[in-house]
């Protein structure tokens, strides 16, 4: 790509690729200096250098200008990198349909469930926490929202792969960052608003205004799918630039769920929409789903697909890894994996809990609190386990640079009726969890869903994943109990 196609008067200057690390080597690489929250790129150009940067764009005087490199300075180097990264790889979110949606909690079932229903009709790939996905290929992704960059690299992937449309997550801190200031989104979604993230942005007020910037940012052409059951669902209303539509359980809207019936296997009710009642079946379960999945489909329907196309797909949902899991290997007991890591997250599949276990049949739980992350939630989790569950297992739970045990105690506080126990080594807490149900028992686990990592003093070392745990416990299990049974 050559900089005078991009920078208005820039000079004839060929660039392979972009950087904005400047430890990592690069060929005739153009170097961003982009202010982080700890570093700032203006301090590593040399090192940009000798690892390959030929270009410089900067925002302010350097200390050092070497002979041989090109310097752009500019008035803001992240909004230069965002512009550049979308015409270096092609503008592809400019050819695609881009769904978004942001939110606490949903998105990853919501952006999962609709990259499902809209891979029915034309090729749609994901991004979010679970990583990126195109066809049956999953890339991993350090961010639920990656960089610019990535972001922008992954989709023109996505198109020379054939893909027409992208269902991702949209952060709250990756608006916060500009990390999709140049993202072209067609349709964007709001599920709810609620505790997490405080650490990052200080208060509520700010946490709202991150996430309203995906509504401000889109223009009056495009559409802004609102819960209006949550608070901030009904300010965002008033306060997108979008054309809003509206989606509620409690109250009407445009497209409000009616009739709600749960089962432990599935899930039944009616969208009321302009006075029609559409019956929908759907394999997913929780009345959180129903949020979630009337989220699928007023977005859907709202971009032209029909009922008629749509609920039809409800009823066998592949299952959203990690996202209310339920593993079974023949024990008699449920056995449910959840990423759930928030306090309204654990409302919910508590909710979902009582509701599948029967009077005096118990419910364990096992869960902790990432590390390094908002403290003043781990004492609310304890709270709503103890007000849920007969028995809480504490451990690990990417500590970061902290104790497990100290994290544990913080939950702790939280707790005053339910038996409560630490274990350190998620593994074994999984298992004693496993160890401890009876027929009739539910077992959760909660926090980390189907991620693979745990992190440690501040790297990523292997965990095998909660699903995975669980599978290989119970068969172990099971296998003992039976061969006890034959003896």
Not at 15 to 25: F, Y
Not at 115 to 140: A, E, L, P, Q, S
Not at 304 to 314: A, D, K, N, R, V
Not at 398 to 405: G, I, L
């Amino acid at each position: 790509m050559n900089i005078s196609n991009i920078f208005e008067n820039g000079p004839d200057l060929e660039i392979d690729e972009i950087m904005t690390d400047s430890r990592k080597q690069g060929h005739n690489a153009i170097f961003f200096c982009i202010k982080g929250m700890v570093n700032d790129g203006h301090d590593f150009v040399s090192q940009a250098v000798n690892n390959g940067a030929i270009c410089v764009v900067h925002s302010r005087e350097l200390e050092e200008y070497q002979e041989g490199v090109t310097y752009l300075m500019v008035e803001d180097t992240m909004r230069a990198l965002n512009e550049f990264a979308a015409i270096f790889y092609g503008s592809p979110s400019e050819k695609m349909k881009v769904y978004g949606v942001t939110g606490t909690n949903g998105k990853s079932t919501i952006a999962w469930v609709t990259r499902y229903m809209v891979n029915n009709f034309v090729k749609c790939g994901y991004v979010g926490t679970i990583g990126v996905v195109i066809d049956r290929d999953v890339y991993d992704s350090p961010l639920t929202t990656p960089d610019t960059v990535y972001l922008h690299k992954m989709f023109r992937e996505m198109y020379d792969q054939g893909c027409r449309a992208v269902s991702m997550e949209v952060s709250s801190i990756g608006l916060e960052e500009h990390r999709v200031d140049t993202i072209d989104f067609d349709v964007v979604s709001f599920t709810n608003l609620t505790h997490d993230h405080l650490d990052y942005h200080g208060n509520f007020d700010n946490y709202y205004k991150a996430k309203k910037k995906l509504f401000t940012m889109v223009g009056s052409d495009k559409t802004a799918v609102i819960n209006i059951d949550d608070p901030y669902g009904e300010l965002l209303r008033k306060e997108s630039n979008a054309r809003v539509v509206t989606y509620a359980l409690e109250r009407a809207a445009d497209y409000q769920a009616v009739d709600v019936q749960l089962f432990p296997d599935h899930t039944e009710f009616n969208i009321l929409y302009k006075g029609e009642k559409y019956p929908v079946y759907t394999n997913l379960v929780a009345r959180f789903n129903v949020y979630n999945l009337l989220n699928v489909l007023a977005v859907l329907h709202e971009d032209g697909y029909t009922f008629e196309q749509l609920i039809p797909l409800c009823r066998t949902i592949p299952q959203v890894l990690g996202r209310m899991e339920n593993i079974v290997e023949g024990q008699n007991f449920t056995m449910l994996i959840d990423y759930a890591h928030t306090p309204d997250g654990f409302e919910k599949v508590f909710e979902y809990a009582r509701a599948i276990t029967k009077p005096n049949h118990r419910i364990i739980v096992v869960f902790g609190s990432a590390g390094a992350r908002d403290a003043r939630k781990r004492s609310e989790l304890g709270r709503i386990a103890d007000e849920n569950c007969s028995v809480i297992i504490l451990t690990s739970e990417d500590p970061r640079h902290e104790d497990p045990a100290q994290i544990a105690e913080a939950i702790r506080s939280g707790i005053t009726r339910s038996a409560c126990l630490f274990i350190k080594d998620r593994y074994f807490a999984i298992r004693q969890g496993i160890e401890l149900a009876q027929e009739g028992d539910t077992v959760m686990v909660l926090g980390k869903g189907d991620e693979d990592y745990m992190d440690i003093e501040g790297k990523k070392e292997h965990w095998m994943g909660d699903q995975n745990a669980a599978h290989e416990i119970l068969r172990e299990i099971m296998e003992e109990r039976g061969e006890e049974n034959e003896a």
